[in-house]
């Protein structure tokens, strides 16, 4: 039968999780430090992670002084406060008072969320505008999404705002994403608590078919002919935990999480040699293609304005989880920076993956079959309309995968009787906007070592000639991406194009340097114009790679704050200074995702939508590192060929 196992955590290591205790003192010391006043709010609160040389250089049973990065919005003024604190020591370490104007407003909490609805009730421009489309005001809910910046609105510069779109619900079961108010925006002002605009462009039948998937009226009977599949391990699963530690298979890491980033995988080695120090998404964006007035500005950083993490799903086993599972808890703090504990939010468990390896040859008469086996890392967050799954793959060849899962509701509009350009009509009088879903993932590479390099590795064709006269040959092209300027780079899947990264003073057996390369799925990277606001804030999703030298400050490819922020952080700022890569410490930056023309299909709820990468040993391994895996024993499998 399945079983699952929470695992205990402690911080006895600089890496270790996040402990009820600590969010308590960081609580306190901000609180003597007359920091953490009545109308004071944590924003963000997560593990300021000691610089990598000296978590490499620990020992178990060093002390450890774990510091917390913490960020202060004041709900009466809007004052923003950035503060490194020390729950060892129970002090305030560093304190930076933010311009919002300049360094960009603090993410949107649930504090400022829950006070929308009122705030528009309160609105009679607001109430009227929904009078006049026959609506009542009580009956429409208010959703409150990231405001961008815009020269349109300066007004705007320095004031905490978010752009409200109204959804009617028509009772409590009701899912009011089928209902949309299409026509009517109200921008709010959320450290004054009143609507500064509201924008009525155009008045637009409000659907009305429901989109109740979960009632048995809108899906009919459930289908009876799926059998049962059970998942069973015996012995139990092959992976242990010792806290965060995880080792299964030749592999180790150590699993974090924070409410920014979510999951995020530290120290993965193979055999005790180290390929990744550090890997996460550390971004997304999700812009919107309607350009019309009341919709231009959607686009939302999911991570930078939302802290999408502190949304994470408890999750169930059978429903999420399949197999002997074992989960980690995860704590975070609350708005008022009190310790929020998120029950099962990350799922470990191993699944089989099909064939690893086979082959039945004609000489020997040997046949012979290995299995492939996966280690899954995940968690599940709900933001909005949209849940993400972000799952983490670990596989007995060396290989390293990451896979984000979307599913959920897609964002709905009003379906105009003449049709819409930059829409698809999913239900009767009901559109879904076009979109992207880019991230970014954050890769610290630490391949057989600290200092690494990146070549970019593509198939090229060969003209006849003396050389090729027949015209069948192609070979590998292999350019060293020497310099931040040279290392900002598109997938071209045309010609097989991969970036290997190679550790310039490691060599396998054949004299050559030990690596892993990444292979992108080559999806299109933001399709906004190079003119728009969303092309400025979101510049690391222009390109599907970007390569950094390391510097424990570069965190988020769009800048730390990215609420309102006028453009131009993270990536495009750092790479300015062009710096050298070759047998450097390096970061990679990958953007993958999708691009969404919504279907029918996707309506009410969206089955899942795959994105990802994967990352490869290219003679990191002398030879097939599975060679010793053995044949399957259990089940219908039997050897074949093998002497008595």
């Given at each position: 039968m399945?079983?699952?196992?929470?695992?205990s955590t402690n911080?006895a290591h600089p890496l270790g999780?996040v402990?009820?205790d600590?969010i308590?003192?960081?609580k306190?010391?901000l609180?003597?430090?007359?920091?953490?006043?009545e109308n004071?709010?944590?924003?963000f609160?997560g593990?300021?992670e000691?610089d990598k040389?000296a978590?490499l250089?620990?020992?178990p049973?060093?002390p450890?002084?774990r510091c917390?990065?913490?960020?202060?919005?004041?709900?009466?003024?809007?004052?923003?406060?950035?503060?490194?604190?020390?729950?060892t020591r129970?002090t305030v370490e560093?304190m930076t008072?933010?311009n919002p104007?300049?360094?960009?407003q603090l993410?949107i909490i649930d504090?400022?969320f829950e006070?929308?609805?009122?705030?528009?009730l309160?609105?009679?421009e607001w109430?009227?505008a929904l009078?006049?489309?026959?609506l009542d005001?009580?009956?429409?809910r208010?959703?409150?999404?990231?405001a961008g910046v815009?020269d349109d609105y300066?007004?705007?510069a320095?004031?905490r705002?978010?752009r409200?779109?109204?959804?009617?619900?028509l009772?409590?079961?009701d899912?009011?994403w089928?209902?949309?108010?299409d026509g009517?925006v109200?921008f709010?002002d959320?450290?004054?608590?009143?609507v500064?605009?509201i924008v009525?462009d155009?008045q637009l039948?409000?659907p009305?078919?429901?989109g109740?998937?979960?009632?048995?009226?809108?899906?009919?009977?459930?289908r009876?002919?799926?059998?049962p599949i059970e998942?069973t391990?015996?012995?139990?699963p092959?992976?242990t935990?010792d806290?965060?530690?995880l080792?299964?298979?030749?592999w180790?890491l150590?699993?974090g999480?924070?409410?920014?980033?979510?999951?995020?995988?530290?120290?993965?080695s193979f055999?005790e040699?180290p390929?990744v120090?550090?890997?996460s998404?550390?971004?997304?964006?999700?812009?919107?293609?309607?350009?019309?007035?009341?919709?231009?500005?959607q686009?939302?950083f999911?991570?930078?304005?939302?802290?999408?993490?502190?949304y994470?799903n408890s999750?169930?086993?059978?429903c999420d989880?399949?197999?002997?599972i074992?989960?980690?808890?995860?704590?975070?703090?609350?708005d008022?920076?009190?310790?929020?504990t998120?029950?099962n939010?990350i799922?470990v468990?191993?699944?089989?993956?099909g064939v690893?390896?086979k082959?039945?040859?004609m000489?020997?008469?040997?046949h012979e079959t290995?299995?492939q086996?996966?280690?899954?890392?995940s968690?599940?967050t709900t933001?909005?309309?949209?849940?993400?799954?972000?799952?983490?793959y670990?596989?007995l060849?060396?290989?390293i995968q990451?896979?984000?899962?979307?599913?959920g509701?897609?964002?709905?509009?009003?379906y105009p009787?003449?049709g819409?350009?930059?829409?698809?009509?999913i239900?009767?009088?009901?559109?879904?906007?076009?979109h992207?879903h880019?991230?970014?993932?954050r890769?610290d590479?630490?391949v057989d070592?600290p200092l690494?390099?990146v070549d970019e590795?593509e198939a090229?064709?060969?003209?006849?000639?003396a050389?090729?006269?027949y015209?069948?040959?192609f070979?590998?092209s292999r350019?060293?991406?020497a310099t931040?300027?040279?290392a900002q780079?598109?997938?071209?899947?045309?010609?097989?194009?991969?970036?290997?990264?190679v550790n310039?003073?490691?060599?396998n057996?054949l004299?050559?340097?030990?690596g892993?390369a990444?292979?992108?799925e080559?999806q299109p990277?933001?399709?906004?114009d190079?003119g728009s606001?969303?092309?400025?804030?979101?510049?690391?999703?222009?390109?599907?790679l970007?390569v950094?030298?390391y510097d424990?400050?570069?965190?988020?490819?769009?800048?730390?704050?990215?609420n309102q922020?006028?453009g131009?952080?993270?990536?495009?700022?750092?790479t300015?200074?062009?710096?050298?890569?070759d047998g450097a410490?390096?970061v990679l930056?990958?953007?993958f995702?999708?691009?969404?023309?919504p279907?029918?299909e996707d309506w009410p709820v969206?089955p899942?939508d795959?994105a990802?990468?994967?990352?490869?040993p290219?003679?990191?391994?002398?030879?097939?590192?599975?060679l010793?895996?053995p044949?399957?024993?259990?089940?219908h499998?039997?050897?074949?060929g093998r002497?008595e």
């Amino acid at each position: 039968m399945t079983t699952t196992t929470t695992v205990s955590t402690n911080a006895a290591h600089p890496l270790g999780p996040v402990t009820e205790d600590e969010i308590r003192r960081v609580k306190e010391a901000l609180t003597v430090a007359g920091l953490l006043t009545e109308n004071v709010r944590f924003a963000f609160c997560g593990l300021e992670e000691p610089d990598k040389s000296a978590v490499l250089a620990f020992t178990p049973g060093a002390p450890v002084d774990r510091c917390f990065r913490v960020l202060l919005l004041d709900l009466t003024g809007g004052a923003s406060y950035d503060v490194i604190v020390s729950a060892t020591r129970s002090t305030v370490e560093r304190m930076t008072v933010l311009n919002p104007e300049t360094d960009g407003q603090l993410p949107i909490i649930d504090t400022e969320f829950e006070l929308v609805e009122k705030i528009a009730l309160d609105s009679a421009e607001w109430c009227e505008a929904l009078e006049r489309r026959g609506l009542d005001p009580a009956g429409v809910r208010t959703v409150p999404l990231s405001a961008g910046v815009y020269d349109d609105y300066p007004d705007e510069a320095g004031r905490r705002i978010v752009r409200v779109l109204g959804f009617q619900q028509l009772h409590d079961k009701d899912h009011p994403w089928a209902h949309p108010v299409d026509g009517l925006v109200a921008f709010v002002d959320l450290t004054c608590r009143e609507v500064i605009r509201i924008v009525d462009d155009r008045q637009l039948p409000v659907p009305t078919e429901p989109g109740n998937f979960d009632d048995a009226e809108q899906t009919g009977p459930q289908r009876t002919t799926l059998k049962p599949i059970e998942i069973t391990q015996p012995e139990g699963p092959s992976f242990t935990l010792d806290g965060n530690l995880l080792t299964w298979q030749n592999w180790s890491l150590r699993v974090g999480f924070n409410e920014r980033e979510g999951l995020t995988l530290h120290q993965l080695s193979f055999d005790e040699r180290p390929i990744v120090y550090r890997a996460s998404i550390a971004e997304m964006v999700v812009p919107y293609a309607d350009p019309s007035p009341v919709r231009f500005w959607q686009n939302y950083f999911d991570a930078g304005e939302y802290m999408f993490a502190r949304y994470t799903n408890s999750l169930e086993l059978g429903c999420d989880c399949l197999g002997e599972i074992a989960y980690l808890d995860a704590v975070i703090a609350d708005d008022a920076g009190d310790p929020r504990t998120i029950r099962n939010a990350i799922c470990v468990h191993e699944e089989d993956y099909g064939v690893l390896w086979k082959h039945s040859d004609m000489f020997t008469g040997s046949h012979e079959t290995r299995r492939q086996r996966r280690l899954v890392v995940s968690f599940f967050t709900t933001i909005g309309n949209y849940d993400y799954g972000f799952y983490w793959y670990l596989y007995l060849d060396g290989t390293i995968q990451c896979e984000a899962k979307a599913t959920g509701i897609v964002f709905t509009s009003a379906y105009p009787t003449e049709g819409h350009d930059f829409a698809t009509q999913i239900a009767p009088g009901l559109g879904a906007p076009f979109h992207q879903h880019l991230f970014s993932a954050r890769l610290d590479m630490m391949v057989d070592g600290p200092l690494n390099a990146v070549d970019e590795v593509e198939a090229l064709p060969v003209p006849v000639s003396a050389a090729n006269p027949y015209g069948n040959a192609f070979r590998e092209s292999r350019t060293r991406l020497a310099t931040e300027a040279g290392a900002q780079r598109q997938a071209d899947n045309a010609h097989a194009r991969v970036w290997q990264v190679v550790n310039p003073a490691k060599f396998n057996r054949l004299g050559r340097n030990t690596g892993y390369a990444l292979y992108p799925e080559g999806q299109p990277t933001l399709l906004a114009d190079s003119g728009s606001s969303v092309h400025a804030r979101a510049a690391f999703a222009t390109r599907h790679l970007w390569v950094t030298a390391y510097d424990p400050a570069e965190r988020y490819p769009a800048g730390d704050f990215v609420n309102q922020h006028p453009g131009g952080a993270g990536l495009p700022a750092w790479t300015a200074a062009d710096r050298d890569l070759d047998g450097a410490d390096i970061v990679l930056w990958h953007t993958f995702g999708l691009t969404h023309f919504p279907r029918p299909e996707d309506w009410p709820v969206m089955p899942v939508d795959y994105a990802g990468f994967t990352l490869k040993p290219v003679g990191f391994f002398d030879r097939n590192p599975t060679l010793d895996v053995p044949p399957t024993t259990s089940g219908h499998c039997h050897e074949r060929g093998r002497p008595e």
